[in-house]
């Protein structure tokens, strides 16, 4: 019998300023909560509300875990195969 796959997740890709906010997350349970917040949007890209917008730019979308204190920002690349992490707030 073939093993049993979950659905494919996406990649998570951080913009610059997003990486320098990762950078200065320092707390064990910050990184924690960031994680599995990461995780959900990976698995499925279009969980967070669409942030109001121009045409313009990508398409911004915002996740936020009221559990675990967590807010992203992050736009999904037209293929949904990667998602690009814009702000990080925990």
Do not use: C
Request: hydrophobic residues 45%.
């Amino acid at each position: 019998m073939a093993p049993q796959h979950g659905p494919r997740r996406a990649r998570i890709a951080f913009s610059v300023s997003a990486a320098k906010q990762l950078e200065n997350i320092t707390s064990e349970a910050e990184i924690h909560a960031l994680d599995r917040a990461l995780v959900v949007v990976s698995v499925d890209p279009e969980v967070g509300e669409p942030i109001p917008g121009d045409s313009s730019g990508p398409r911004l979308r915002q996740y936020v875990d009221d559990v675990e204190r967590v807010r992203l920002v992050y736009w999904v690349t037209a293929l949904k195969s990667v998602v690009v992490v814009a702000f990080i707030e925990v």
